[in-house]
C-alpha cells in the first residue's frame, strides 16, 4: 500500500467524507478512504426511525465519550455522542432535515460569493432522491392538540421552518418509504467503487510531511495493529468535530502546550485547534398528559406489538418518527425577529432515563409524559476539545457558559411554560421563578450532539485554522472539510449544512459534476 499513490486520502467516513469520496470518484481520481469505524453499517435497527436510539448503545454504531465537568450546569459530566462506521453521525441522528438560514450561512460563511450556497442549494434539491428527502413523521392526537395552540400561539403552519424567524411545521425527516436513509446509502449508490479503496477499522494516527507538504498518512488496523503509510497528492480531513482537531494535533499542528501532550514535536503553530468548540445545549421541560398514549406507553406490551404490525402493513405508526413530531421556531425574547435570539422548540412525545443514555441508548420512562424539547439556534458560548496528560479526549462544551444564552434561556424557558399551560397541560413539579428556572436548566441541560467549530475556517491564520479553501494555514495539500471548519451554526441540525459546505469544498477542487 506504500508503495501507491492516491489522488484523494480521506480520514472520515462521514457525510463530508462519502461526498469528497463519491464526487472524486465519478471524476476518475483515485481514492483512499480511511475510516476507524466499520464498514458495511448495516443494523435491523437503522432502518426504522424510532429504534435508532437503539444504536447509541451499540460501540459499532456510536461511540460515547464524556465531558468535563460543567461549570455553569452544577458541575455535571455530560454524554457526548458521535456515530462511526461508513455514514458517520448519520447512522444514528435523527433523521431531522434542515439546511438552514441562507443569510446566516451568508454571513458565517462571508468570503464566499452569495451566489455560490445558492448553487449548492439548488444542487442539493436536484440530488432530491438522496440527500434532500424529506417526508413528515408521525402524527397523533397530542400533536393535533399542540397544532391548534400553536395556530393561535404563533404564526399559522407553515411548509418550511428553514429562513423563518417565528412560525411552526410538522418536523421533516430524512426518510423514505418511513424508513432512514442516511449517507451511507447514497453512498453505496452512487459513488464509483472501482475507484476508491476503502480502509474501515483504521484509525489515522499523524499525518506525514515533506517540510510543509502534506505527503501522507500513517494508519494502523485497529484489529491487527498492523501500521501502513497511505500516500496521496492531497490529504483531506473529514473526521469530525472532536477527531480532526486531535489528529492535527498528532500531527504537530496546534497550540504548542496542546501539541507537546502529544507526545510529538510541534511542526506547525496553530493556536486555535480544538477551540471555539460550539454545541446546542438542550433541555426538555417534561409534563403530564393523562388521557394520551405517549412512547412510554406506545413502546411497550400488546401497544407495542400493535405498533409495529401498523409500521409493517401501512408504514403509519409511531415507528415513523425518531420521538418528536413538531417544530416551532421563536424569536421575539428581547426584539422583534432577532435572529441571534432564535430558538427552536420540538414537541418530544416521550421521556427518557437521561443517565442511561451512554450505556443503553434511550430509554423511555413508564409515566404518561411527554415534553418540549429546547435550545438557541445560535449559541454565544464556546469552549474546547484536547488531550490531558495520559492522553485522554477531553471535550469541554461549556454549556450557557456566556450570560446572553442563560438570560435567553430563562425567556425560553418561560415562553415553553406558557404554551403548556394554553394548551392545557402543567408542568410536572416546577414553578416559574427565577431560582427554579435556574436550578431546572443546570439539572436537565443536556448536548445536542450538534458540534462544531474546532477547526474554524478564517480569512487569515490568526482567527482561524483553515483558510475559504479549506486549506490548513501554513501547509501544502493539507485540507480540512466536515462540521469543524464552522465558524458558527448556520442551521438547528448539522447534517444538510455539512453536505452543502462539503459540495463547495469538491466544487472548488474541480471534482463536482452538476
Known sequence: MSNQEYDLAIIGAGTSGLEIAKNASRCGFKVCLIEQGHSEGKSYFNKIPLLSGKLLQNDKHCLSFTSQKQKGLKNRELPILQGTGFGGSSLINGNVSYLGFKKKFQDVFSFWPKSL??????????????????????????????????????????????NLLEGWAKI??????????????????????????????????????KDNNATGVECENIKTRLKTVVNARKIILSAGTIFSPLILMQSGIGDSKEVYKTGVPLKFKQEHVGKHLKDHANFR????????????????????????????????SIFKSPGATLAWNKSSFNKKNNINDLVRYHLVHFTQERNLLSSKGIKFQKAQRASIGCFQVFPKSEGSIFLNDIKKIQIDPNYLSHKYDRALAHKAYVSAFDLLKKAGFSQIGKKLTFSEIEQNLESETYS????????????????????????????????VCDASVFPDFVSTHQYLPTLAVSKIFSLQQGILTW
Not at 474546532?454 to 485540507?479: A, C, H, I, P, Q
Open 448 to 479: 445536542g450532539y450538534h458540534l462544531i467549530g474546532t477547526n474554524r475556517m478564517s480569512k487569515d491564520k490568526g482567527n482561524g485554522v483553515v483558510d475559504e479553501n479549506f486549506k490548513v494555514f501554513g501547509t501544502s495539500n493539507l485540507y
Open 117 to 162: 450556497f445558492q448553487r449548492i442549494i439548488d444542487n442539493i434539491y436536484r440530488d432530491a432522491d438522496f440527500s434532500y428527502i424529506r417526508e413528515y413523521g408521525y402524527s397523533d392526537n397530542l400533536t393535533n392538540i399542540f397544532c391548534k395552540t400553536l395556530n393561535s400561539f404563533l404564526v399559522p403552519e407553515v411548509e418550511d421552518l428553514d
Open 285 to 316: 421541560i417534561e409534563f403530564d398528559c393523562l388521557g394520551f398514549d405517549t412512547l412510554n406507553q406506545k413502546t411497550r406490551g400488546l401497544k407495542l406489538f400493535m405498533e409495529l404490525i401498523r409500521y409493517l402493513i401501512s408504514r403509519d
Open 172 to 209: 421533516h425527516l430524512n426518510i423514505r418509504d418511513s424508513k432512514r436513509y442516511n449517507f451511507s446509502n447514497d453512498f453505496n449508490e452512487n459513488a464509483l467503487h472501482k475507484n476508491i479503496m476503502k480502509l474501515a477499522n483504521t484509525r489515522a494516527i499523524k499525518i506525514l510531511f
